[in-house]
DNA sequence: GCCATGGCTAGTA
DNA sequence: GCCATGGCTAGTA
């Protein structure tokens, strides 16, 4: 009983790739997406384990709130690779983080 | 038991 | 600030 199916870490790479550059998204948003609502701390430690971070945009993937979240190289680096992306920082929180979050439904 | 989260409550200013 | 959530790892027996 109370047995579901797993969070499988292809899948939300297969998400994560999909991100267009200078847009963002959650991490609930890709849990809900895929069907674990409750699991977006979860997601955290998936991309934690990215293997391969040049393909992976996982420095896409920010908190609900807007904060910028964390990273594996450091919030810092995280933050000058969305900086050059054209999005804007103060201090750990992003500007504007509505009108640069993507719609992960519509992403193909 | 840790942790790259999130949603909710209490209760300060 | 608290705590539920879910996947993972270290490391005890």
Redesign the pocket.
């Given at each position: 009983m109370h047995v579901h199916k797993?969070?499988k870490?292809s899948d939300v790479f297969d998400i994560v790739v999909k991100i267009p550059e200078g847009k963002v998204t959650?991490?609930?948003?890709i849990?809900k997406i895929l069907g674990?609502p409750?699991?977006?701390?979860?997601?955290?430690?998936?991309?934690?384990?990215?293997p391969n971070?040049i393909v992976v945009p996982?420095?896409r993937?920010v908190?609900?709130?807007g904060n910028i979240?964390?990273?594996?190289f450091g919030k810092t680096r995280k933050k000058e690779l969305l900086k050059k992306e054209g999005l804007h920082f103060m201090r750990d929180d992003m500007h504007d983080f509505a009108g640069c979050r993507t719609n992960l439904a519509k992403l193909r």
């Open positions: 797993q969070l870490a959650t991490y609930g948003d849990a674990h409750g699991a977006s701390r979860a997601i955290g430690r998936i991309l934690n384990s990215n971070p996982c420095h993937v908190m609900s709130n979240g964390g990273y594996a």
